[in-house]
């Protein structure tokens, strides 16, 4: 019955050194990995905690390692796994799986000194790979917290002698890391950019963007809605429009073949196509687009002209998307001027526009038989294109459509569906079936999917507008008005354009972990829009320092334009001027050696030149015998070596008195100098 005594006595017992030291390396090797586990697929992270747990109880019982004739079909098993799941081991997410399962089976091979050092520098490498997924604020964060547990751990190997305690160890290694921030300053502002990043990398990297597609069929969009992501930020240079106006436009969707919406192939827009509306302001604003991986970029309607892109370039194209001429795989700023009361296209038919008309009136045959007897009937009441798009709309408005982000599934028949049978739905739902519906009744109409809205942040003053926020809407062609933007949700859900989906939907803090309602104006609030501001500032000065910004720096320091061979001697010598600036201090509080010291310390150099080299263990009383007996020195400097340690032992470790010490010490310069 006296087993939960021991075991009490076993954890409170003091923990070797061995076992401290390893279980420091193992908390700092998973600080580096637990970020990865919300990449890694399940099996992997399970295998991770199971082989750490393994070497943790190897390391509280003080057991053996485990052999290599067992560690190898462990090793094995993981690589075909690695290789199964992603059939390369090349790439992005299969290098760093199989990195992930390396460095834990190396804590179970550690063999020697230098198998220390392996999973140390290992887990640096692995620390770095952390930003190819995330470089948020909190993602860098973490990360440093995991810099100063890799030194201490490292630290906690250096010590030969008696180890100090963790708290001074983890405040050596922050000290190690606030000597290297100002360097490490230095090197962000002044190290030559250049455009995109320093490495190219594999295919793999830009996968699983979260946003819009280049495609619409029933529940694409809806769910987004359901994400809190930012889709990108706006500041805006003149005063901001009603919430109603933010339309951002994306994609345009003509192509349909019965269940999804596609694009056509684009061309470059001729200028003189966009008509402003007498007496209506352009807006200017600066936008912060988070990567996508397509190529549109997000503007409000309609553009003045395509904005100018670093490293890219940018066009209008004939459907009036503000596209990049390549995918947008990195954060982009630019800055877009736009007309939010405008006309596409006015006038009377073009002959560059009838191919546009001609697709916008497609529809695919043997579908949706109830949607064309609807627009048979409408057609016999009136021939006016825009008494029919009232009808059309006030059907929405007068039977029972609701607005809902699960709606029921549809069948082959799916505008037939929504309109006559669920008639519940989302923007999508409601865009599509506006856009089939025009068509049946000969009126040319396309879908356009986006962002409706935005939330503006009152700590910075950004304009966030998130996936929640996407939204799909329509565009018909009407005589001398041009292309013309009709929002059939808006006839079912108004508050749906005069609010946005994310300050109505619940927000969540903290992965989810904590939600709440947007009417609650609680601590939560400002603390979620607090932790945006501060994204958006991490986001701003530091992810977003581009060549241009770096250029503007170099100006506002008066050196005018420099070229990287200049900015580079400018690096050198700023960081070197940093550099002794930080000696300085150190090397004038350097602790001064005692006399005696100094003494001892020129006493051994002058043995080293005739072959006595003291070994760093040595002492005093140690090194004496050394020096007794070796052939090396003739007797008479022998005998004065032999003197000379006996009076620095005494002078030393406590018999010499302190009247004494001005004669011991005169006693030592001359035996010193008898030792030449």
Not at 122 to 128: D, E, G, I, N, R
Not at 168 to 180: E, N, S
Not at 350 to 361: E, K, N, S, T, V
Not at 367 to 383: E, I, V
């Amino acid at each position: 019955m006296n087993n939960p005594t021991s075991l009490r006595q076993l954890l409170i017992r003091p923990m070797s050194r061995d076992k401290a030291d390893m279980l420091t390396l193992m908390s700092a090797c998973l600080l580096v990995l637990i970020p990865h586990f919300f990449h890694l697929p399940g099996w992997i992270s399970a295998g991770v905690l199971v082989l750490m747990g393994w070497r943790g109880g190897i390391t509280f019982a003080g057991k053996h390692l485990p052999p290599r004739w067992l560690l190898l079909p462990v090793a094995a098993v993981a690589m075909t796994g690695i290789y199964l799941a992603y059939r390369t081991f090349l790439g992005r997410d299969a290098g760093v799986a199989m990195l992930t399962l390396l460095l834990v089976l190396k804590l179970l091979e550690m063999h020697a000194r230098r198998d220390l050092f392996v999973v140390l520098f290992l887990s640096f490498f692995l620390l770095l790979t952390n930003f190819f997924y995330s470089q948020s604020l909190l993602t860098a964060l973490l990360m440093a917290m995991a810099v100063l547990a890799l030194l201490t751990a490292q630290l906690s190997f250096q010590y030969t002698g008696n180890v100090p305690p963790l708290k001074k160890r983890l405040r050596f290694a922050t000290l190690i890391v606030g000597l290297a921030t100002p360097l490490m300053l230095i090197l962000f502002l002044l190290f030559p950019r250049i455009q995109g990043p320093l490495w190219g990398l594999p295919g793999d990297a830009t996968g699983g963007r979260t946003g819009l597609s280049e495609s619409m069929t029933p529940g694409t969009i809806s769910s987004l809605a359901q994400s809190d992501e930012i889709a990108f930020r706006v500041r805006f240079l003149d005063p901001v429009p009603a919430q109603a106006s933010l339309y951002w436009r994306a994609a345009v969707l003509g192509s349909f073949d019965g269940r999804s919406w596609t694009q056509y192939p684009q061309t470059p827009m001729a200028p003189g196509n966009v008509l402003a509306v007498a007496g209506s302001k352009p807006t200017r604003y600066q936008v912060t687009l988070e990567p996508h991986g397509r190529r549109w970029l997000f503007a409000l309607e309609s553009p003045l002209e395509p904005p100018v892109l670093s490293g890219n370039s940018a066009y209008l194209a004939n459907d009036f998307q503000l596209m990049a001429s390549q995918r947008i795989g990195n954060r982009l700023r630019y800055e877009v001027t736009s007309w939010t009361d405008f006309r596409l296209q006015p006038g009377p038919m073009q002959p560059a526009l009838a191919d546009d008309i001609d697709r916008a009136l497609q529809r695919p045959a043997g579908y949706n038989p109830a949607t064309a007897r609807f627009a048979r009937q409408l057609l016999a009441t009136s021939s006016d294109s825009a008494e029919l798009i009232r009808l059309v709309l006030a059907y929405f408005r007068r039977e029972p459509f609701s607005y809902t982000l699960e709606p029921p599934l549809l069948g082959r028949n799916s505008v037939d569906d929504f309109l006559f049978v669920s008639r519940a739905g989302f923007c999508e739902h409601y865009a599509a079936a506006f856009v089939v519906l025009m068509r049946e009744l000969g009126i040319p109409a396309r879908v356009v999917t986006g962002y409706q809205g935005g939330e503006i942040n009152p700590r910075d003053g950004y304009m966030e507008v998130r996936q929640s926020d996407a939204h799909a809407w329509a565009e018909v062609w009407l005589e001398q008005r041009g292309w013309t933007r009709i929002d059939p949700t808006a006839a079912v859900a108004p508050e749906r354009v005069q609010r946005s989906v994310a300050s109505q939907s619940g927000r969540s803090l903290f992965g989810g972990l904590v939600s709440f309602a947007p009417s609650q104006e609680s601590w939560l609030t400002l603390t979620r829009f607090n932790l945006d501001a501060m994204s958006n500032a991490w986001n701003q000065w530091v992810l977003n320092y581009s060549p241009e910004r770096q250029k503007s720096l170099i100006g506002k320091l008066g050196l005018g334009t420099v070229d990287w061979q200049m900015l580079t001697a400018l690096m050198f010598a700023v960081g070197g001027i940093v550099m002794a600036a930080m000696m300085l201090p150190l090397l004038l509080n350097r602790q001064a050696l005692d006399p005696a010291s100094k003494l001892y310390v020129e006493f051994c150099r002058r043995m080293a030149r005739v072959g006595l080299v003291r070994a760093p263990h040595q002492g005093p009383r140690a090194f004496l015998a050394s020096v007794a007996n070796t052939t090396l020195l003739p007797a008479a400097k022998k005998d004065a070596a032999v003197r000379f340690l006996q009076c620095y032992e005494a002078l030393q470790y406590g018999t010499v008195g302190t009247r004494q010490r001005s004669a011991a010490l005169n006693q030592l310069h001359s035996l010193l100098t008898a030792c030449r």
